[in-house]
């Protein structure tokens, strides 16, 4: 099984600031195998990311992915009030399809 | 649009039984892999079960493995998750979700609540 492992567990920051976050691998993942999704409170996760750096439908450009390896980053440019939520990795390389443990943004 | 509607949550009791439904509309179901998700209540994301298109194919989680039955009605554009022998650590909110096939899951349901509790 390939573990996720997210950092930090939670990011506290404002309005317009930068926000990285971190998602490591226990094992090679081919990075056309990584998503991201966002969990807003009370919501279904929501796909974010697939391919490690490709964004799905709808996402606006300041959410950028990149990595490679064991080791990938989500990077949201400037932090809209509407994105501080959870956010998680997941690899779909293999079964059992697992899922990072979670980095929540929360307002500052 | 792509929608995914989950249903047959409740609260039952340790050792019981229980079916959950998601019901499909929006896309071309029988292509389409269908996986179950679960999500404890203030923890993170746990993958339960996949079915792909044949409905032939199935795979688990080790811990619902031998307890839990992923199957599809490809007439009906629905996915069931048929949970047997239930226990306190499978309460969750339950979600579906697709995968066109190697893919990321990119479309969820709004889940349905199971509580196991005595």
């Known amino acids: 099984e390939i573990v996720l492992t997210q950092s930090p567990g939670t990011l506290s920051l404002s309005p317009g600031e930068r926000a990285t976050l971190s998602c490591r691998a226990s094992?090679?993942?081919?990075?056309?195998?990584l998503a991201w999704y966002q969990q807003k409170s009370g919501q279904a996760p929501r796909l974010l990311m697939y391919?490690?750096?490709s964004r799905a439908t709808g996402i606006p450009d300041r959410f950028s992915g990149s990595g490679s390896g064991t080791d990938f980053t989500l990077i949201i440019s400037r932090l809209e009030p509407e994105d501080f939520a959870v956010y998680y990795c997941?690899?779909?390389?293999?079964?059992?399809?697992?899922f990072g443990q979670g980095t929540k943004v929360e307002i500052k | 649009q792509v929608q995914l509607v989950e249903s047959g949550g409740g609260v039952v009791q340790p050792g019981t039984s229980l079916r959950l439904s998601c019901a499909a509309s929006?896309?071309?179901?029988?292509?389409?892999?269908l996986h179950w998700v679960r999500q404890a209540p203030g923890k993170g994301l746990e993958w339960v079960a996949v079915?792909?298109?044949?409905?032939?194919?199935?795979d688990y989680g080790d811990s619902v493995q031998g307890r839990f039955t992923i199957s599809r009605d490809n007439s009906k554009n629905t996915l069931y998750l048929q949970m047997n022998s239930l226990r306190v650590e499978d309460t969750a909110v339950y979600y579906c979700?697709?995968?066109?096939?190697?893919?990321?899951?990119?479309?969820w349901g709004q889940g349905t609540l199971v509580t196991v509790s005595s």
């Open positions: 979700a697709t995968d066109a096939g190697g893919a990321a899951f990119d479309y």
């Open positions: 929006g896309l071309t179901f029988s292509i389409y892999g």
């Open positions: 079915i792909w298109g044949n409905g032939v194919t199935k």
């Open positions: 094992q090679t993942v081919s990075s056309t195998y």
């Open positions: 391919g490690a750096s």
């Open positions: 997941q690899q779909y390389r293999s079964s059992p399809w697992t």
